[in-house]
């Protein structure tokens, strides 16, 4: 008896879907990979850290924290979209720069809404407008004059394209303003090059900058979320000064697409856990971390805008990678 093409597909998918469901109840057979594109003890590194462990407990598996950094996240994410397999044992802590690396870098080889699954967007981190402490200005409306003033002030990012750096380029265009962007390597680059007088201001992450802040060595004048930050509820949100200004990097949990539902559905319940935790929530927030727990279906519908505010804030920079 001669079986078509169709019907042999038919055949062998039949065969497969009793071992592909065996496969899903009995997840997580062992330990799972969370794939961090950044180095160790980074921001990202922390937090995903932090919700791995909650979630290992809530799932009775280890979850295993793999750093892939470089340029900017994409080495992770390529890894993520093009070689791991969607069975529930490698999965990846995006951030922002999954949207945002599409607009700054001229080739990516994922696709950011396509190529993974999302699970639980997790954290959100304001950035921090600082001064050093004894600077004559005192507040944003204080910046903006020095702005128009001087528009050779110096400020420091982490690099082109970095938070940092996007974060000023918006600040700058709506207020209309110029400054002299000086790129450092990263976000402890900042505060000490704020501290130390070789810069006016920057915008770091809340996280990097508030340890200064409480020290009485930086001075803040703002936070770049749309609201105040729980942990300097006397700092003004910028769009307090500038309406409708919200600027803040976001860190989730991710898998590769095609990740089955039911595996979706348990990380997201877990995750989800972890985060309406008191006890965690006081812990992962002292640092300036802002839980923000949206679900799967909430974070996939967070995505597509989030990639329109990434090409818009790049076309506003001019930042470009090669």
């Known amino acids: 008896m001669k079986i078509g093409r169709r019907n042999l597909a038919a055949a062998l998918g039949a065969l497969a879907a009793p071992r592909l469901a065996a496969a899903q109840d009995s997840w997580p057979a062992r330990p799972v990979r969370l794939i961090v594109p950044f180095i160790p003890g980074s921001a990202p590194d922390i937090n995903a850290r932090q919700l791995a462990e909650a979630i290992g407990g809530r799932i009775g598996q280890t979850i ?170 006397e700092v003004p949100a910028l769009s307090e000064t500038i309406p409708g200004f919200d600027y803040f990097s976001w860190m989730g949990l991710l898998g590769p697409a095609r990740l089955p539902p039911e595996i979706v559905a348990r990380l997201d319940a877990a995750a989800q856990a972890a985060l309406a935790d008191a006890a965690f929530r006081q812990r992962v927030t002292a640092d300036g971390t802002t839980i923000i727990g949206l679900n799967a279906a909430q974070f996939r519908d967070f995505l597509p805008g989030d990639l329109e505010r990434g090409r818009e804030v790049v076309r506003i920079s001019g930042a470009r990678i090669e």
């Not at 020095?146 to 394209?161: C, I, N, Q, V, Y």
């Not at 900058?209 to 105040?228: D, F, W």
């Open 64 to 233: 295993v924290i793999e750093n892939r950094p470089g340029a900017a996240g994409n080495i992770g994410f390529t890894y993520v979209a093009k070689q791991a397999p969607p069975d529930g044992y490698t999965l990846l802590w995006g951030t922002g720069s999954l949207a945002v690396n599409p607009a700054l870098y001229a080739r990516v080889e994922y696709d950011a809404l396509r190529d993974f699954a999302p699970i639980t967007l997790a954290f959100g981190m304001s950035n921090a407008v600082i001064v050093r402490a004894d600077s004559p200005i005192r507040d944003v409306a204080g910046l903006i004059a020095r702005l128009k003033e001087d528009p050779k002030t110096p400020f420091a990012s982490g690099g082109f394209g970095s938070a940092a750096h996007l974060t000023v380029a918006l600040f700058l265009s709506r207020t209309g303003t110029e400054a002299e962007h000086i790129p450092f390597r990263g976000a402890p680059d900042i505060v000490n090059s704020v501290r130390g007088g070789t810069v006016v201001f920057g915008m770091p992450q809340l996280q990097v900058a508030l340890p200064l802040i409480r020290a009485g060595q930086l001075r803040a004048l703002a936070v770049t979320s749309k609201e105040r930050a729980p942990q300097l509820p």
